[in-house]
């Protein structure tokens, strides 16, 4: 069974950094392409980043260029999400998902997500 959980986010000062890794189970994680996906208040469903199984490729929402770092450890079935300078727009709930294949860039292509953990960027 397939299982993804994100480690525990939480309260940050703007500028701040955190990095939250999401730990992968139940697959061979470097087989599939992956994402983080973000929900901040009241909003929609926003990518983060995508990475192949490979993690060769990454690519990043053009707000999180320069400032956010995915990468995955498929020896360790982890993958991270490293944000630095944090600003109070990136207030959000923060997934892991995982596709059905080696990347995808579509929403409909993510198969398991996981529960979720809060990211609050405050003073």
């Known amino acids: 069974e397939v299982h993804l959980v994100e480690s525990r986010g939480g309260l940050v000062q703007p500028g701040g950094s955190l990095r939250l890794s999401c730990a992968a189970s139940?697959?061979?994680?470097?087989?599939?392409?992956m994402a983080w996906v973000r929900q901040a208040p009241g909003k929609g469903f926003e990518w983060v980043a995508l990475i192949n199984g490979g993690g060769t490729v990454i690519t990043y929402a053009d707000s999180m260029k320069g400032r956010f770092t995915c990468s995955r450890d498929n020896a360790k079935n982890t993958l991270y999400l490293q944000m630095n300078s944090l600003e109070r727009d990136d207030t959000a709930v923060y997934y892991c998902?995982?596709?059905?294949?080696?990347?995808?860039?579509?929403?409909?292509?993510?198969?398991?997500w996981g529960q979720g953990t809060q990211v609050t960027v405050s003073s």
């Open positions: 998902a995982k596709s059905a294949f080696s990347y995808s860039r579509s929403a409909g292509q993510y198969d398991y």
């Open positions: 139940g697959f061979t994680l470097r087989n599939y392409g």
